[in-house]
């Protein structure tokens, strides 16, 4: 016997309040995103992933603690050599697993075993299965022990892009060791410009960062106030540059 109309109507109603109400839920079971290991904010700056990477790696620091496993993993130069960081990453341990934070993908999980952290061609395989098109070689994990943080620098308001990235790095990087923001003078067309690049020490390394070249690490073993040995690494970088001094602080 067939139903009567109003009766079809309000059961093909309810049937469709179903379907949808079935489609907003839930899947039960499913798992949510994990959670990365700590909220990181980019400084965004040019050729930056070196010193986001160490950012991030002293930001995981702050949650952790310093006994916490971290590391900055780089690749595309020798060790023994100056390095020019190709790319960077920070590498941390967290609730039994690995992370990675890289500037251009953010925080994901990485499908290693957190036995082989130490291995850096193990570490670095998922990550740079992100770069398909790159030919990476030599990755190296850099860890850092605990530094006494130097004089403090603020937050640049100098609009010029340079300047800017330069006294960002310095601000954020200092909180958690010596920092050397210094001015110095390049040849241009028969003239000179100014540009700033902060000198640090990683890794039981001297690390000089500009927004024109990125950073270099040197194997120099020293302090951020060696003037002698900042000419020398700014001069490394930037062929006749010269007048290198240190900005003022706070």
């Known amino acids: 016997m067939p139903l009567p109309a109003r009766t079809s109507e309000l059961r093909l109603t309810a049937l469709a309040a179903f379907v949808a109400i079935a489609l907003l839920a839930p899947v039960s079971g499913a798992a949510s995103p994990e959670r990365p290991p700590v909220p990181y904010e980019p400084m965004r700056v040019a050729n930056g992933c070196f010193v986001e990477s160490v950012a991030c790696f002293d930001a995981f620091h702050e949650a952790a603690g310093d006994e916490a496993w971290a590391r900055v993993l780089q690749w595309g130069a020798q060790e023994a050599e100056v390095m020019v960081a190709g790319h960077a990453v920070a590498i941390v341990a967290s609730s039994g697993r690995l992370w990675c934070f890289d500037i251009n993908h953010g925080w994901m999980p990485l499908a290693v075993d957190p036995d082989r952290r130490d291995a850096a061609d193990v570490v670095a395989a998922p990550v740079l299965a992100k770069y398909p098109r790159v030919t990476a070689f030599y990755p190296v994990l850099w860890g850092d022990g605990s530094q006494e943080p130097g004089p403090s620098y603020e937050d640049p ?19 958690h060791r010596p920092v050397n923001l210094v001015a110095f003078s390049l040849p241009e067309n028969g003239e000179f410009r100014t540009s700033e690049a902060v000198v640090f020490v990683f890794g ?42 240190t900005l003022p602080h706070g």
């Open 157 to 175: 308001a100098d609009p010029d892009t340079a300047a800017r990235d330069a006294g960002l790095v310095a601000a954020r990087l200092a909180r």
């Open 204 to 245: 039981g390394r001297m690390c000089v960062y500009s927004p024109e070249r990125g950073t270099m690490i040197f194997r120099a073993r020293s302090s951020v106030w060696n003037v002698r040995l900042v000419q020398d690494m700014l001069r490394r970088m930037f062929p006749g540059s010269e007048r290198v001094r």
